[in-house]
Structure formats: structure tokens, C-alpha cells
Nanobody, 121 residues
Framework: VQLQASGGGLVQAGGSLRLSCAAS????????MGWFRQAPGEEREFVAA????????YAANSVKGRFTISRDNVKSTVYLQMNSLKPEDTAVYYC???????????????WGQGTQVTVSS
């Protein structure tokens, strides 16, 4: 499976971006899909996840109410709509396919290559 993330860029604080992650190679219907981010000098952190059906979503407290994750299994694509962006959202964003246990990200099967998001103040 290859995961191709796109949609990053430079945006002013308060602006919006939509990230996409397109999968190829096999169906992702059996995987939870997630987004992670890594800022310079920081560890990679969980941002949001969505169940295989799209019926359940999970988000880090830092992005709740601002970011929305969704997926289109027909297109094998997962999205991250990011609104009200803040400078502290600046990071490389990675998509991933994996599994949750007790609503927490447990294991990653595949990583995407990352897309840079920069939010200016």
C-alpha cells in the first residue's frame, strides 16, 4: 500500500487547508485511517483518526472543534479539513493506516510521506 498525502502549504493564522491522503495498492476498507504531525524538534503526535466505516472519529484535544477527518472508501482517500489554523499547527502532517485499541491509536500498518503545513502569525 502506498499513501500519498497532499494539500499542505503556507497559510495565515485563522485560515484553512484541506489535506488529502490517497491510497493505492489495495483497499483500505479494513483499516482505521489517521493523521499525525511532527513539528521540528518534536515527536510525532496523533491528530485525528476515523474508523473504516467513517462512523467514528477521534481527535486530539488540541484540534477538536477545528479539524475534521473524513474518508471516501470508494476513492480510497482520507481527508483532514483544518480550520482556524494557528501557528502551533505548523508541522509535517502524515497520514497512516492502522488500528485503534480502546479508542487509542495502537499500531500503524502504513505511513504516507508527509506534507508540510506552515501557519504564519
Amino acid at each position: 500500500v502506498q499513501l500519498q498525502a497532499s494539500g499542505g502549504g503556507l497559510v495565515q493564522a485563522g485560515g484553512s487547508l484541506r489535506l488529502s491522503c490517497a491510497a493505492s495498492g489495495r483497499t483500505l476498507n479494513s483499516y482505521v485511517m489517521g493523521w499525525f504531525r511532527q513539528a521540528p524538534g518534536e515527536e510525532r503526535e496523533f491528530v485525528a483518526a476515523i474508523s473504516w466505516s467513517g462512523g467514528s472519529t477521534y481527535a486530539a484535544n488540541s484540534v477538536k472543534g477545528r479539524f475534521t477527518i473524513s474518508r471516501d472508501n470508494v476513492k480510497s482517500t482520507v481527508y483532514l479539513q483544518m480550520n482556524s489554523l494557528k501557528p502551533e499547527d505548523t508541522a509535517v502532517y502524515y497520514c497512516a493506516a492502522g488500528w485503534l485499541v480502546n479508542s487509542a491509536w495502537k499500531r500503524t500498518a502504513y505511513w504516507g510521506q508527509g506534507t508540510q503545513v506552515t501557519v504564519s502569525s
